[in-house]
């Protein structure tokens, strides 16, 4: 199993075990190491299944405008932290290579390998609920038919994805390709560089 395989498997694993209690409040249960790429990837996902349930939540256009702020409130710490794992990862892949010399004619990818695997991770949480819309016995045979088209394009794109990371891991180890690491920056949530934060002070 490749490395962008077994990522595909454990957040198939965390969205399956989100999807037990369904419950945006219930705690994680990571059974992997901690410390290990795989006790984080189980992380990542929870995070985002999390986020993903969230944003369903807040649609909802009956909900009280106080509990809507509290929760947007929630969704931006969500984020930080989405961003905060998707930056551990980054680290890890950095240590993993850093003593390979990039050739010459090595060039850079447009995005690091943590940020691809963020993608893989949504897509996972995509194909869960795709599939829930697939099962549905209450819909009409056109709402199957649609939702079974766009499962079957999200699976091609896991697979096309999941080929990519690995032969961008393969590149970085040999050199062809190398990596960078920018932090996000994000201003919004910076007392000093979030305008309507720092103006009130």
Known sequence: ?????????????????????????????????????????????WIDAV???????????EIDPVAALALKRRIDRSNQDRTDMVEELDTYFREKYKSVIPATNATINT??????????????????HMQVEVNRTDAEPAHIAKCQAKL???????????????????DIAAGKKYMKVYRQMKMYNDPETNPVLYGNK
């Open 152 to 170: 079957d394009v999200l699976l091609e794109q896991r697979i096309d994805l999941t080929t990519a990371i690995d032969q961008l891991l393969d």
């Open 111 to 128: 995005e690091s390998p943590a940020w691809a695997l963020d993608r893989l991770s949504i897509l996972a949480l995509k194909i869960y």
């Open 51 to 61: 986020q993903w349930h969230l944003e369903d939540i807040i649609r909802d256009p």
């Open 1 to 45: 199993m490749t490395f962008a395989q077994n990522c595909n498997k454990i957040f198939d694993e965390t969205t399956a075990q989100y999807h037990l209690t369904d419950d945006v409040d219930a705690p994680e249960v990571n059974t992997y190491a901690a410390g290990t790429i795989e006790h984080t990837l189980h992380a990542k996902n």
